[in-house]
T-cell receptor, first 111, second 116 residues
Framework: GDSVTQMEGPVTLSEEAFLTINCTYT??????LFWYVQYPGEGLQLLLK?????DKGSNKGFEATYRKETTSFHLEKGSVQVSDSAVYFC??????????FGTGTRLQVFP | DVKVTQSSRYLVKRTGEKVFLECVQD?????MFWYRQDPGLGLRLIYF???????EKGDIPEGYSVSREKKERFSLILESASTNQTSMYLC???????????????FGPGTRLTVT
């Protein structure tokens, strides 16, 4: 079945470091891909999305490119801040309103 | 500002009790979802509703039921709570898919349920 695999965390970085969180997927059709973020004590909120191959989603300095050839949607940010500390979830949907989520990756950024 | 609210942030119940978790959205969304979130397992879909009185089982419906009598309200019911239902429960809503376009889900803050 369709699935999402994320790198295990926690990812621990110093402020201004470069961030990559890996996400790969398996899907029977042509999925839409999403990154959601969960800040401490809150629900999830959409960070960015891409709906077709080679699309790049971006928001708040984060980027991810839909790579069909490698079935990947890695999240990147050039310079992280302490306020980026959160749990990041990669997700997909294939012709449905339902999302399939990865297990989440906790990011901890220290000053 | 769009909003999904959940009735409680923290809840403690005893084994065997009937538990109701309520979710309300103010965005006139057709879809509503209940997930549980557990460490190392991510979010797993319990139930999904795409219209009033319509529901669809998710990946882990056993031990749960749902009710959607009004468009804005979606309730999750634990008929007889058990300790393995101790978890974080998240409600979400979204507009219904149009063509290939899938709309983002908006989440509530979650209810942390402890069953003792």
């Amino acid at each position: 079945g369709d699935s999402v695999t994320q790198m295990e965390g926690p990812v621990t970085l110093s402020e201004e470091a470069f961030l990559t969180i890996n996400c790969t997927y398996t899907a029977t059709g042509y999925p839409s891909l999403f990154w959601y973020v969960q800040y401490p004590g809150e629900g999830l909120q959409l960070l960015l999305k891409a709906t077709k191959a080679d699309d790049k989603g971006s928001n708040k300095g984060f980027e991810a490119t839909y790579r069909k050839e490698t079935t990947s949607f890695h999240l990147e940010k050039g310079s992280v801040q302490v306020s980026d500390s959160a749990v990041y979830f990669c997700a997909l949907s294939v012709n449905t309103d339902k999302l399939i989520f990865g297990t989440g990756t906790r990011l901890q950024v220290f000053p | 500002d769009v909003k999904v609210t959940q009735s409680s942030r923290y809840l403690v119940k005893r084994t065997g009790e009937k538990v109701f978790l309520e979710c309300v959205q103010d965005m006139d969304h057709e879809n509503m979802f209940w997930y549980r979130q557990d460490p190392g397992l991510g979010l797993r879909l319990i139930y999904f509703s795409y219209d009033v009185k319509m529901k669809e089982k998710g990946d882990i419906p056993e031990g749960y039921s749902v009710s959607r009598e009004k468009k804005e309200r979606f309730s999750l019911i634990l008929e007889s709570a058990s300790t393995n239902q101790t978890s974080m429960y998240l409600c979400a809503s979204s507009k219904i898919q149009q063509g290939r376009r899938v709309y983002e889900q908006y989440f509530g803050p979650g209810t942390r349920l402890t069953v003792t």
